[in-house]
């Protein structure tokens, strides 16, 4: 197999439906997690430290009115709330619980005309 493409593997996963109100209820449970929030003018990436603080400059406290998606990771789940209808809804996926499940692992080529690296951040733009 070349170094890109899809490897089929299973897993372990449990995945809960939630609605708003449960969903925006499992965000503070996130410590040593990574986020990512689309709002309706900005899309912002985070940090979420061990104490559970965020870390970005844009955090916004009103996520009730001003997100459309966002989906939280940590070593172990992931937290997705999407807007539907003018309301917020969300499903947590926990690993090694529940039912196996099939799963496709890849590995994808990014394009870039322009190659960018400030620390550990890698940017790739097309001009």
């Known amino acids: 197999m070349s170094d890109y493409g899809y490897k089929p593997g299973n897993c372990q996963s449990l995945v809960t439906p939630?609605?708003?109100g449960e969903a925006l209820g499992r965000i503070a449970a996130f410590k040593n997690?990574?986020?990512v929030a689309w709002y309706f003018d900005a899309i912002a990436f985070y940090s979420i430290d061990d104490a559970g603080k965020w870390h970005n400059s844009n955090y916004r406290d009103n996520l009730k009115e001003?997100?459309?998606r966002l989906r939280i990771f940590d070593e172990n789940k992931e937290l997705h709330?999407?807007?539907s209808n003018g309301q917020l809804k969300g499903r947590l996926r926990e690993d090694n619980e529940g039912d196996k499940t099939d799963f496709a692992d890849a590995t994808l080529l990014l394009n870039g005309t322009r190659i960018d690296k400030s620390g550990d951040t890698l940017e790739l733009t097309e001009e």
Do not use: P
């Open 66 to 68: 001003e997100l459309v």
């Open 33 to 35: 997690a990574k986020a």
């Open 81 to 83: 709330i999407w807007r």
């Open 18 to 20: 939630l609605n708003e």
